[in-house]
């Protein structure tokens, strides 16, 4: 084995490190292009075409209308601007909401403040894979419904839900979609023209791009769409987010998108072979190892397990040289087990008990063998200094 610089980043679903590529298309619009976009003259022309350029490429990956891409802070205010701005503009009495217990905190917190104000959402159970069957979302509407709001990937153990199916479900019932695709696009080809989404909210620093700028997909084609401003002060972005774009940054987004495009099946080997021989090596030299949720509907660079018989928070201060989570980012300062994996069916114990890894375009094979041979002998010297013996099973997965 080569000789392995370290800390190794295998945080990937946390965020990812720009490329190079990304920053080389950006560093000029800090510099010779700073224009701002709005401007009528040549800098701002310039920075103008510079935007509307990279929400062409956006646009051309998606298989959607340029014009239906409004430019965000990011994912979270995305899911913000389509749950507060429909609830507040279309109807004076409060409807249903369909969601599941497997949301992004940033859709979740959402909606329980507008449960507060006298909204029905209802939360859908997943299975013990972490999957939202189609089925009970139909069991759950009602004449009141108006919005279903669902994950596209989950954003701690990988499932894919199957947003064609219900996706199709709400056209039928005339109900309008909402789709969290934070931690999916650019993971694999995605074409909304045929998945009837009304609404998808997605971000540049989980494909290899810039933090703090995001995108808002707005299914224009739909009158039932249309968002209550929630943010003043100028008109840009339709005034769904107005004021100065940061052209530097959604430069970069244009530019990650691009190379997605180029390279996503690449990235999607790269990172399955990454994940499957990390999770060999662990399960064929420990017990007690169970992968937390399904193996077939995962993105390819997530694995999710809980160790037995040692906490999560213990094992990592053992791996000061890995960079993974105990948990989703935006809940990392917590001590409660998370809720993701308690909506699974794991115990608080299994759960604290639990890790994530995500796998990149920048890892490479010498860095998972090491990380999987730190990671077993740091196990085994917890288990033997706990004095615990693990289940005898070598692991249990639900192929679901």
């Not at 490429?57 to 891409?69: C, E, G, Q, W």
């Not at 069957?133 to 509407?141: D, L």
């Not at 701690?156 to 696009?185: M, P, W, Y």
């Not at 890995?322 to 299994?350: H, M, R, V, W, Y």
Request: proline fraction near 4%; glycine fraction near 6%.
């Amino acid at each position: 084995m080569k000789k392995i610089k370290t800390p190794i980043y295998l945080d990937n679903n946390s965020t990812t490190p720009v490329d190079p590529r990304v920053l080389e298309a950006m560093l000029p619009y800090f510099v010779e292009r700073f224009g701002n976009s709005s401007s009528n003259h040549s800098f701002g022309w310039v920075a103008k075409s510079a935007v509307e350029n990279a929400r062409d490429i956006i646009a051309n990956f998606l298989k959607v209308r340029s014009k239906d891409i409004y430019f965000t802070s990011g994912a979270t205010e995305s899911m913000n601007l389509v749950h507060l701005g429909l609830t507040e503009n279309s109807h004076p009495d409060p409807f249903q909401i369909i969601t599941s217990n497997i949301e992004h905190s940033a859709s979740t917190e959402s909606l329980n403040y507008l449960a507060k104000k006298g909204f029905d959402v209802i939360f859908i159970k997943c299975d013990k894979s972490g999957i939202v069957n189609p089925e009970n979302i139909i069991s759950a509407i009602t004449d009141k419904t108006r919005l279903v709001s669902i994950i596209f990937a989950n954003n701690e153990i990988g499932s894919v839900n199957d947003i064609r199916s219900i996706g199709q479900i709400c056209n039928d019932k005339g109900i309008l979609f909402h789709v969290d695709a934070t931690q999916a696009v650019g993971k694999f080809k995605y074409d909304l023209s045929k998945n009837h989404i009304d609404f998808m909210s997605f971000t540049a620093h989980k494909l290899y791009g810039p933090k703090g700028i995001g995108a808002l997909y707005i299914n224009n084609n739909n009158p039932k769409t249309k968002l209550a401003q929630r943010l003043f002060g100028g008109t840009q972005e339709g005034s769904i987010k107005p004021g100065t774009l940061n052209v530097p940054a959604i430069v970069g987004f244009g530019k990650a998108i691009e190379i997605c495009e180029d390279e996503l099946e690449k990235d999607f080997n790269h990172t399955l072979n990454l994940r499957d021989r990390f999770q060999k090596k662990l399960i064929s030299n420990l017990d007690g190892i169970f992968i937390n949720g399904s193996m077939k509907s995962r993105l390819p660079n997530n694995i999710n397990f809980y160790v037995a018989g040692v906490r999560a928070d213990k094992l990592m201060l053992e791996l000061r040289d890995l960079a993974f989570s105990n948990s989703s980012a935006c809940a990392s300062g917590s001590s409660k087990p998370s809720s993701i994996l308690k909506a699974i069916g794991l115990t608080d114990e299994q759960a604290l008990s639990s890790v994530r890894f995500g796998f990149g375009r920048f890892n490479s094979i010498d860095e998972i063998d090491y990380a999987s041979a730190k990671i077993i002998e740091a196990i085994n010297k917890l288990r033997t200094f706990n004095k615990t013996k693990p289940q005898t099973n070598k692991q249990t997965v639900d192929q679901s």
